[in-house]
Structure formats: C-alpha cells, structure tokens
C-alpha cells in the first residue's frame, strides 16, 4: 500500500537506467536492472518475484500479462491469441490483487472475466510493458498491502527519471506479420525523460520528468469452429452428435495504445513530491462472419456408410455477422510524496483509477437460409476438424439461398471508478537490529456501473438477397481445410439499413447494475532482525460497505415482479500475519510465513436482476447476500542466490479459503414455470483448498568455455492441487479456473552483442465453467507455447531485433465432459516481427 515502490540501496547502474539521491534517504536505483530486482528479491521479508524491464525486454511480449506470465507462478489465460489475464498460484485473476504504483488497478470489462462471472480479474492486456520498470508479484501479502490477494497480487511499477544526470530518449519501431491470414502488424515506442531545472540542496536536480507512448496495431484473422451437443442423451441419441455448429471466420483490427508520464520534486534527499499518470488500452474493430446450421440434433441416426459419423435430417442454417466496434481503457492519476522528518518516515498519495469499457457499436445480422436439410457429417474422425455433407435440400454456401431476417445493435458504456487516499508512517524503535514500526490507513471509493442497451430490427422489407449484399470473396479455405462458407456480408449495408430503421435502443435491465463499494482500512506492523532471523509481524483490518443495485425481476409474494433493486451489505475483517526470513549463509535463504487474504464478491455474482426464460425453463439470478472469500495461506521456501542475478528456489504453500463461492445448477420449483426448473446462480460453501509446489531455477553458464559462456537457463514450475464441493451430493473436485500445472523453461544465449532466447509455456487442462453436471462441465484444454526472440546490438545507440511467437501453432481450445468434445477451437498460427530501438 506504499504511494511509491520502496528500493533498496544500490549505487550501481548508470543514468537513465539507474538513479539515486545523495544520502540514500530517498533511492531509486537500478530499478530496470535484473541484478537489482534480485538484490531486492532477496532481500524481502515476505515472498515475492520481481522481473525487472531488463528481462522482459528479451521476451517477445507485448503488453503486462504476457509478460507477468514468464514469472514463476504465474499462468497466462489468452483472448485471441494475445493473453489477458493472468492465474497466480493457479487461482484465477478473480482472487488477485492488482496495482500501478500502488494505486488499484480496476477490471474494463463489467461482463466477463475468465473462468467466472466476477467481473474483478484485471485485464492485464490494457498495460503495454513499455509503461513499466518493473512488475513484482507478492506472493504472501503483509499488513501495508491491500489485502486482495488470496492467489497473490501484482505491482506495475511506472517508469521514473528520478536522479537521472541528463536527457534521454528511447525509441522502438517494428513491424510483422500474422501468418495464419497474412495480415500486418505495426509497433512504435518513444520514452523521452531526464532531469530539469539548476541544483537542489544536495546538488542534483530538483526536478525530473518521464514521457512514453507506445502503439501497437494488428489486423489478426482467424477462424474458430463452435459447436453445442445433445446432452440429454435421450431416444438412443449418440453421445458426440451435434445440436448445431458454427463455422466462424474472425477479422480483428486491434489498436492497443499507451501514454504514460511522470514529473518528479525532490528539493533535498529528505523530501519527494510526485506527479504521474497513465492512460492505456485499446480500440478493436471486429468482424465476425458465421455459418449456423442449427437443428442437427432433432432427428439424428449414426451413418450407416460411416460408423464414426451421423446423418441429421431436418437441420437449417443462417448466415451471421457480428460487426462491433469498443474501446478498452484503464486511467490512473496519482499524486504522491515521501518525506523523512527525522527518525519518522511519512509518505502518502491520493490517485483517481479508472476503468471504462464502451461498445460504441455492435450490430448483428442474420440472413435465413435453406431449411429442412438432411446433413452427414464426421467429428469422430479427428474432433478438432468436423467434416459435413449436405445430401438433400438447398446449397448451404449458395448466397441466393439466404434472405435478410434481422439486424441488431448494442451499446454499452460502463466504467468502474475508485478514489484512493494513503498515509504511512514508519520509525525505528530500536528494540532490535533494523527494526522498524509502521502504521498507516488507506480508503477507497468505488463505484462500477454496467448500463448495456440494445434494440432489434425485424426486417419487413422487399426480400433482400445475400448475394445482393455480400462482401469481398467468399470463405473457401476455411480452417484451412478447403470448407466452403460461403461469402461474407456487407458491414456497411447493413448498418445503413438498421439506422434507417428507426430502431431504438433501451436498457437491459437483465445486465444493469450501480454498485458501490467503499473500503476503510488502517494497519500496524513490526519488523526486526535477531541475528540471522528476520522477523514481520502485524495486523490489517479493513471494513466494507457496498450496495448492490439493479432492475429486473424479483420474487415478491410468490409472483415475479419487475422493478430497482438495492441491497447493502457491510461487513468487517482481520487480517494478521506473521513472516519469518533466516539467512543460513549469505546467497542461502530461509523463509515461512502465514498471511491472510479476501476475495470480494464479483459484480455479476451479486447482480439484482433475475432472467427467467419461462418457455425454457431455465432461472438465472445473482445472489446479493454472497459473502466474502477468506484465506489463510501458509507458505514455506528455500532460496540459493547465484551469480549473475540467477537463483534456485523451491517452495511449498497450503491456501485454505472460508466461504469460497461457487455457481449452483440445481433443478427446482420456481414460480412462474411450469413443472421442474433448471436454477442458476451463486453460492457460498464451507471451505476449498489449493495446495502445492512451485521451483524456481535461473543460471548464465559463464564457466564454460570459449562461445559456450553465453548459454543459460530461466526456467519455473507450479503445480496446484485443489478442492471443492460445487455440487451437492458429489464429493470434491478441482477449484474452477485453478490450473494444476504449469511451466516457464527458456534456453537464452547472451555474449556480447548477441542475445537469443527459445522460450515454452505450458499450462494443463483447468476447469473453465461449471453446469448442473460434470458430464457438461466446460473445460480449457491444456497449452503448450513456443516463442523466439533475438537481438543484435549494432552500436551502443541501435539495436536490431526479430521476434516469433507461437510456433507451436498452440490452439484455444474448450471441450465438454471430456476432450473428444470440443465446443471451441482457436488456431492462430505464428506471428512474425522484426524492427531496430534506439537509445540515446
């Protein structure tokens, strides 16, 4: 909860890349160095990795996530192709914690986040990596951190020029290719900063400022291939035949932005004001065009020619496009200092955070198609590349067979907001070696609103033809395949006929929600050492007050009725700690340590409103009165420091977690529904675990000899076992979205001006969204990633460097029960860049 990152001393380094103030009261050195993220990495009471921009730098990375994802511990979830969120200790970024110097890093999306509906995981992907020096990951959280964090959490720490001795500016053009449809990539960075003003004080410069923008566009295209199945299994039905299935073919126009800057006073060594902001996100324009054949499960039979396949009678199709238009974008505002007023150490900071999400647009078309189809085809063969045949009725790429039904649009404009005010104090109490006493109190106020609106128009027009309003060339080559899906449709038409229409848009109040979310909190701890054992101890606590708001149905007297909904809901917690370090020798480090933690309710759980599809069957509500996850943790490691900033680490933790919130799928009466209802929503169970081991193991081989000097290895490993009851009567079951294992191994060559680096990720299979069975719960299929990245340093001022990741081709991949049926499949090829930064 520092307002500014707290270093340790070390002169080395030399501006901009280090900077420091004489008497090493206030110090900021080296912080982009990977020898000083080691050094500070050792030297923690609580446990913790930090990866400096040295390091991320020889990765192929492009915004926070990837990069957070090389850490140990750390898993990568992606989103068309590019990672978003990011799992610590396998527990998914619903649990974690997340800051930018200290400031709380807000979710964009209010309605969705991976693995559930929380609507807290922070979506890494909006913080471009030249935005930051460094990024710590604590892995025991202490008393002066907020306590969100039963996985852990994260600190971006903003780039600085503090003490830097003159100007300088960094610059990075690039430029690529995306295999898989050969579309363009563009990259361009500018990092200007140094001192300004006379002499201060103590002889350096009073004042320093930091300035970067960063842009990345790409016009990725690829296809997916969805499918839904018959789960009721009834009539002899077979297990893997199909309800309906979507051939997708997706064109992204993502252009992620970044601007970032800092302005820094330090009229003496004692004394710090700082002024920094920072803008980051994206716009991403998308066209989605589909072909549905829906329909094939209500008459289906095994194919007599072909054992491994089924023929369906009575299918039909519609051609679709999605074609939507939003921009993602996180704001942070902070204003801060750091004074030393004799033996008392103050510092504080007041910062705005924001997080918007806006839908500008977001229309969808449909055009029926034949009917009545009888339609072969094959998904045992090879699961991932189904095969169909149309044997009767009309063609189903034929763009003549396709008539204009409706057309859709929505638009959302949601943002999540919170204030922040800190104070800290710390002072030396002298009853032991180093010891320190530190108190302080932090408040935040949060507001998150979610306002989607929508409107359809129901065409009524002279028949409108598709191949009278298609688009381009016709998709032949699906999935690579030689598919036909016939021609695309054309955006513009059709946008031209819906805001012809007269439609108007109007809240749905299903997905509407205003909530607040106020936090006190305030906090004691002591530190000191005793020989070799260094010792934290303290107490947080913090106290909660949210109302939940919404509109929507609501059961009053036994009826449904429609009207604003408001819950409040307050509640107060504790959270102690105690972490021990003993340095057995000087490179060997000994830690154990118990921390505490909570995970909030999500937004979408504690949602008012509730669905009812009567006609279905089906009940869909949130659960307002959803208590607070709590954990207790218990960690225990052993550190070896080598050469180099390298380290072998080994180390075990035991995540015990009170009230841990699952969804329920029970069936039920509900009134309004006739007969037995399927009734989804949130609720607290008695406990659930996660336990496991993580290893840590990084070395620049600089005894061998001649050119081999230059070879090394930067690898980790996570495992997680986890347990929970989702159903009742079922026994327990992994933790959703908690990954069991996961890796990080890299083989870099680094002499001289050369340095190459083949880096692989994998990460097992995780239960991805949980139904009313296990036969039908969705699963993320396991991910084994390949990437490459070299550079030459041509001159102490220019540096050339190529760039390729995925060459694995790794697919986004989710199946149903087991892996022989899949519902979702991403392939993405490899993607190619190459470009020159310069530094002077």
Not at 152 to 167: N, Y
Not at 409 to 416: C, G
Not at 425 to 443: M, R, V
Not at 682 to 694: F, L, M, Q
């Amino acid at each position: 909860m520092a307002a500014a990152p707290a270093w340790g001393a070390d002169t080395s380094g030399s501006a901009p890349d280090a900077a420091s103030v004489k008497g090493e009261t206030i110090v900021v050195t080296g912080q982009r160095l990977a020898k000083t993220a080691r050094a500070e990495q050792k030297k923690a009471m609580n446990i913790q990795n930090i990866q400096s921009a040295e390091t991320i730098a020889k990765y192929p990375d492009v915004n926070s996530a990837e990069a957070l994802s090389r850490m140990p511990g750390v898993s990568l979830s992606i989103d068309t192709a590019e990672g978003r969120y990011v799992n610590i200790r396998g527990l998914d970024g619903n649990f974690n914690g997340a800051t930018f110097g200290g400031v709380v890093l807000l979710n964009t999306s209010p309605s969705y986040t991976y693995f559930n509906a929380a609507g807290r995981a922070v979506e890494f992907d909006t913080v471009p990596i030249g935005a930051v020096d460094r990024m710590i990951v604590t892995k025991t959280g202490l008393p002066d951190h907020d306590a969100e964090g039963i996985g852990g959490s994260v600190e971006l720490s903003p780039r600085t020029a503090i003490g830097a001795k003159r100007l300088y500016a960094h610059v990075t053009l690039g430029g690529g290719i995306e295999t898989d449809q050969n579309t363009g990539l563009y990259r361009d960075e500018v990092v200007v900063g140094g001192p300004l003003g006379g002499t201060n004080a103590d002889g350096d410069a009073p004042f320093s400022f930091v300035l970067s923008q960063f842009l990345y566009n790409d016009k990725r295209s690829f296809d997916d291939l969805e499918s839904a199945y018959i789960n009721d299994q009834v009539n002899g039905t077979p297990d893997k035949a199909f309800d309906a299935l979507e051939l997708r073919r997706y064109n992204y126009n993502r252009k992620r932005f970044g601007y970032s800057g800092e302005f820094d006073f330090t009229p003496n060594s004692e004394n710090r004001i700082f002024l920094r902001a920072n803008v980051a996100g994206y716009n991403e324009r998308v066209l989605r065009n589909r072909l549905e054949i829906d329909g094939l499960g209500d008459s289906v039979v095994t194919d007599p020619s072909n054992a491994k396949g089924f023929i369906a009678t009575g299918a039909s199709t519609v051609k679709t496009l999605r074609d939507s238009d939003v921009k993602e974008q996180n704001v942070v505002l902070q204003l801060g200092g750091d004074h030393h007023l004799g033996t008392v150490h103050i510092d504080w900071f007041a910062a705005y955070s924001r997080a918007t999400y806006k839908k500008y647009t977001d229309y969808n078309t449909e055009f029926a198609g034949p009917s009545d189809l009888t339609i072969a085809y094959d998904n045992t063969t090879n699961p991932d590349y189904p095969v169909f045949k149309v044997l009767g009725g009309g063609s189903v790429t034929d763009p003549a067979n396709y008539a204009l039904d409706t057309i859709k649009n929505a638009t959302e404009n949601s943002r999540d907001r919170e204030w922040s005010y800190a104070l800290n104090a710390a002072t030396p109490l002298h009853l032991a070696a180093d010891d320190e006493l530190k108190i302080g109190g932090k408040l935040r106020y949060r507001e998150k609103i979610s306002a989607p609106y929508a409107g359809k128009y129901a065409y009524d027009g002279a028949t409108l033809l598709l191949s009278d309003a298609a688009s381009g060339s016709a998709v032949t080559n699906f999935y690579n395949t030689g598919t036909n899906i016939g021609p695309n449709i054309d955006t513009g038409q059709m946008t031209k006929l819906f805001n012809g229409s007269g439609t108007a848009l109007s809240l749905d109040t299903g997905s509407y929600f205003d909530d607040t979310e106020n936090i006190a909190a305030a906090y004691i701890q002591y530190r000191a050492s005793i020989g070799k054992l260094g010792i934290l101890t303290g107490v947080r606590y913090e106290h909660t007050k949210a109302i939940y708001r919404g509109i929507g149905d609501s059961i009053m007297n036994g009826a449904v009725q429609t009207g604003p909904l408001s819950t409040p809901h307050s509640y107060d917690n504790v959270f102690p700690t105690l972490q021990l370090r003993y340095q057995a020798m000087p490179n060997l480090i000994a830690r154990a340590t118990y921390s505490t933690g909570i995970a909030r309710p999500g937004f979408y759980q504690t949602l008012q409103a509730t669905s009812i599809d009567v006609g279905g069957g089906v009940v869909s509500t949130g659960n307002p009165d959803l208590k607070p996850m709590y954990g207790h943790s218990f960690d225990a490691s052993l550190e070896y420091y080598l050469p180099d900033s390298g380290i072998i680490s080994v180390g075990a933790f035991d995540k015990e977690i009170k009230s841990f919130i699952v969804t329920r799928a029970v069936r039920g009466s509900y009134p309004g529904i006739t007969g037995t209802a399927l009734i989804q929503t949130y609720e607290n169970v008695s406990g659930a675990y996660a336990r496991g081991i993580e290893a840590n193991f990084v070395d620049k081989f600089t005894g061998l000899p001649g050119l081999l000097g230059g070879l090394g290895i930067d690898a980790n490993l996570t495992y997680v076992s986890s347990a929970v009851a989702l159903r009742d009567g079922e026994g327990s079951v992994a933790m959703p979205g908690t990954i069991p294992w996961s890796w990080n191994a890299a083989v870099f060559y680094e002499r001289g001006p050369v340095q190459l680096r083949l880096s692989s990720q994998f990460e097992s299979t995780v239960l991805f969204g949980v139904s009313d069975s296990r036969a039908t719960d969705v699963f993320q299929d396991s991910r084994y990633t390949l990437d490459f990245n070299g550079s030459y340093d041509f001159s102490k001022n220019v540096q050339f460097y190529a760039n390729a990741k995925n060459l694995t081709n790794a697919p986004l991949r989710f199946y149903e029960g087991t892996p022989n049926r899949p519902i979702q499949r991403e392939f993405y090829d490899v993607t190619l860049e190459g470009g020159v930064k310069l530094r002077f």
